[in-house]
């Protein structure tokens, strides 16, 4: 076909079409604003625990020199003024939301009313512990999430309705009341664990129980639903034409199909159990992250209670973050519609 001079001007005038763009910029765009939102959530958080720290009743220069002399009495202009300019408290609020917020970002949590203490020092001394029963909860939890969904999905009615029902009594189970019951059972009842403050390997195993009991049913009713679809897929068929036996067919196909709904979740799991964790060692006298926040709200001691709580929504927010950015890199379907 040939162009004639009035078709190549039309051709040459003709808009040009944007070309799309690259894979690697649509990724970095989407993982970008996933950062953003991120970082928003993390600011709303410090901007509600500011807030709800400068509407609490009376005046926080007293309830300061007061936790700190361990002692509630009145105090006079003179023995304030030294608190008020160390932690400008005569600023404009807006000026020390301002200072606040500067701070987080520089990973300052302020300073304990208490101990005079830098609160991330306070933290940091008894973190280890808890990161310690959290990730010991998750492995636990994910260990019986696979093999209870294993053994009863797709079976029988019966056992499918027994295996469901347990899924959700598991997943509505209080930290605080199954972790009594756990230490009067098996600490006290039985004394195959100790009672109170065991820090050992055997010491962990109730806590960590208390933990992932709730989470594994939580996530197997998550991964039921896609075990069972699993296993009407062809590829099922297929391996049982192959002589393969049903274990491993379950445990070889159907399993690695049925866990993502699991994966998905991984993001909320980890900031939940680290929460969960905050109840479970007051539960059980154990060191950690929970003995600090009861210690500090017993004492008033508001920098040290918040910046509990913005560690734990940190710990939230980036664990899911850490989930949706794999997510992009896994799944092409997310980069299409960035």
Do not use: C
């Amino acid at each position: 076909m040939t162009l004639t001079s009035s078709n190549r001007a039309d051709v040459a005038a003709a808009p040009a079409i944007p070309a799309p763009p690259r894979r690697g910029i649509r990724t970095s765009r989407l993982i970008g604003f996933k950062v953003l939102g991120a970082a928003l959530v993390l600011l709303g958080a410090a901007t509600a625990a500011f807030f709800a720290q400068a509407s609490i009743p009376g005046d926080r220069a007293t309830v300061i020199l007061n936790v700190r002399a361990g002692q509630a009495i009145e105090r006079t202009p003179e023995e304030l003024a030294p608190i008020v300019a160390e932690y400008g408290l005569d600023n404009p609020l807006l000026v020390q939301y301002a200072d606040y917020v500067s701070g987080l970002a520089r990973g300052d949590l302020g300073i304990s009313y208490q101990q005079h203490r830098p609160v991330i020092d306070i933290v940091a001394d008894q973190l280890g512990a808890t990161i310690v029963l959290t990730v010991a909860a998750l492995v636990l939890a994910w260990v019986i999430m696979v093999a209870w969904v294993t053994v009863t999905a797709g079976r029988g009615p019966r056992v499918r309705a027994f295996g469901a029902f347990t899924d959700t009594l598991a997943a509505g189970l209080p930290h605080y009341w199954l972790g009594i019951i756990l230490l009067l059972v098996f600490a006290l009842g039985l004394g195959w664990f100790p009672v109170i403050g065991g820090t050992g390997a055997i010491g962990l195993v109730l806590p960590a129980l208390t933990l992932a009991i709730p989470l594994a049913g939580f996530m197997g009713q998550a991964t039921r639903t896609e075990f069972e679809r699993a296993l009407d897929q062809p590829f099922v068929l297929s391996a049982r034409t192959r002589g393969m036996g049903d274990t491993g067919i379950r445990l070889g196909h159907v399993l690695r199909h049925a866990v993502l709904p699991a994966v998905t979740l991984s993001g909320w799991a980890i900031g939940a159990t680290i929460s969960g964790a905050v109840v479970v060692e007051a539960v059980f006298a154990r060191p950690g992250i929970g003995s600090v926040l009861v210690s500090a709200v017993n004492s008033q001691d508001m920098p040290v209670v918040l910046g509990l709580v913005m560690l734990i929504a940190a710990f939230y927010v980036i664990a899911n973050l850490l989930v949706d950015i794999a997510y992009v890199l896994i799944d092409p379907r997310l980069r299409r519609t960035a």
